[in-house]
């Protein structure tokens, strides 16, 4: 008899043991799974470029809704800043390829198409998200273009040159293709601002 109640409580115990490892495992799933991946050093530099980018291409979508303000404003202005505007344009697209396309150039004033003013139909403008207080608006408020043509040019011809500085300030913290993009697109703002300072009859190179 002894014999066998010690038989029967070892197998008690044995049947109770794996019912715990049981459980064990039923409970500790939570533990099972992996952990999440850490960044590693090329994610962050990724992430770090895309940053940079899209700042960049905000710097350039200023620049791009000045022209946009002017345009809507002076249609004597046309032909003179829609290369300008349209070069401008593709720097914001090059800069944040993964940013919606631009939309098209703002008519000229009264309604006149833009081929009827000399200027390329498929010019595109800012991004979302790229316009300023100098963009006009879709009702057509005009606040923040000067009324007076020279001003205007004055004012674009400043807003040109500061786009040029910020994006030789970036070029320190850009990678190495990044950088030679913001070094030519650093030299065309720079050529628009000389080239909307000068007298009236210069075109863009």
């Known amino acids: ?10 197998a008690l115990t044995a049947a109770g043991a794996a019912a715990a490892g049981l459980l064990g495992g039923c409970s500790g ?3 099972d799974r992996p952990a999440p991946r850490r960044p590693t050093a090329a994610d962050r530099a990724r992430r770090a470029e ?6 960049a291409a905000r710097v350039s979508g ?9 345009l809507a404003a002076h249609a004597a202005l046309r032909p003179r800043l829609a290369p300008l505007r349209e070069a401008t344009a593709r720097h914001v697209a090059a800069l944040d390829p993964a940013a919606p396309p631009p939309s098209p150039a703002p008519p000229a004033p009264g309604g006149a198409s833009p081929s ?19 963009s006009p608006s879709p009702a057509g408020d005009l606040t923040g273009a000067p009324a007076d043509p020279a001003a205007a040019l004055k004012g674009l011809a400043a807003l040109a040159s500061r786009t040029a500085g910020a994006h030789t300030e970036a ?13 030519s697109v650093a030299a065309a703002s720079a050529a628009h601002a000389y080239l909307l300072a000068a007298p009236a009859g210069g075109s863009p190179s």
């Open 62 to 70: 200023e620049l791009l809704a000045g022209y946009d303000a002017a």
């Open 50 to 55: 895309e940053t940079l980018r899209r700042r």
């Open 171 to 183: 070029l320190a913290g850009a990678p190495a293709e990044l950088a030679r993009l913001l070094a």
């Open 1 to 10: 008899m002894e014999r066998t109640g010690t038989t029967r409580r070892r």
């Open 29 to 31: 799933g939570d533990g």
């Open 116 to 134: 009827a003013t000399g200027a390329p139909t498929g010019a595109a403008g800012p991004p979302e998200g790229h316009r300023n207080a100098a």
